[in-house]
């Protein structure tokens, strides 16, 4: 009888949800708007193509851009960490497979790179510390 009991709130908690989630306004969007947003990165698009791939950096030089996009910070948005996610904490998690991801993803950004590297050092420095530790202590269990 709990079992039931148990299935039948389920059901009825499951059903509940889908019929919030329909009525949520966070799956709709206004098509106009977003194609408005874009309208100034479309006018970039066709001026970089119209000047022979013109790079950012000469647009701005030469004041090619428009307001909105003369005010970016080139520096930072070049040099931005893997997937949002710092090169140190890549290599300290993934050790040498995050320093392959943050090379290939961040196009050689060397500061990244090696902040990669230093992660996977001190991972594998702590993994080597534990495990002497560790040996250690079984070492004097076992009396060796």
């Given at each position: 009888?709990?079992?039931?009991?148990?299935?039948a709130?389920?059901?009825?908690?499951?059903?509940?949800?889908?019929?919030?989630?329909?009525?949520?306004?966070?799956?709709?969007?206004?098509?106009?708007?977003?194609?408005d947003?874009?309208?100034?990165?479309?006018?970039?698009?066709?001026?970089?193509?119209?000047?022979?791939?013109?790079?950012?950096?000469?647009?701005?030089?030469?004041?090619?851009?428009?307001?909105?996009?003369?005010?970016?910070?080139?520096?930072?948005?070049?040099?931005?960490?893997?997937?949002?996610?710092?090169?140190?904490?890549?290599?300290?998690?993934?050790?040498?497979?995050?320093?392959?991801?943050?090379?290939?993803?961040?196009?050689?950004?060397?500061?990244?790179?090696?902040?990669?590297?230093?992660?996977?050092?001190?991972?594998?420095?702590?993994?080597?510390?534990?495990?002497?530790?560790?040996?250690?202590?079984?070492?004097?269990?076992?009396?060796?």
């Amino acid at each position: 009888m709990k079992k039931i009991l148990l299935i039948a709130a389920m059901a009825i908690f499951m059903s509940c949800q889908g019929l919030w989630a329909n009525q949520a306004d966070d799956f709709k969007y206004n098509k106009q708007k977003v194609q408005d947003e874009f309208s100034d990165l479309n006018l970039l698009e066709q001026t970089v193509i119209d000047n022979s791939f013109i790079t950012l950096s000469e647009m701005k030089s030469k004041n090619m851009l428009t307001s909105e996009f003369s005010n970016l910070n080139l520096t930072s948005m070049m040099m931005e960490p893997a997937l949002g996610i710092p090169g140190f904490w890549w290599g300290c998690v993934l050790g040498p497979v995050g320093i392959l991801v943050v090379y290939a993803v961040t196009d050689n950004d060397k500061d990244e790179v090696k902040k990669a590297l230093y992660g996977c050092l001190v991972s594998t420095g702590i993994w080597v510390v534990f495990e002497i530790i560790w040996i250690a202590a079984l070492g004097n269990n076992f009396g060796f």
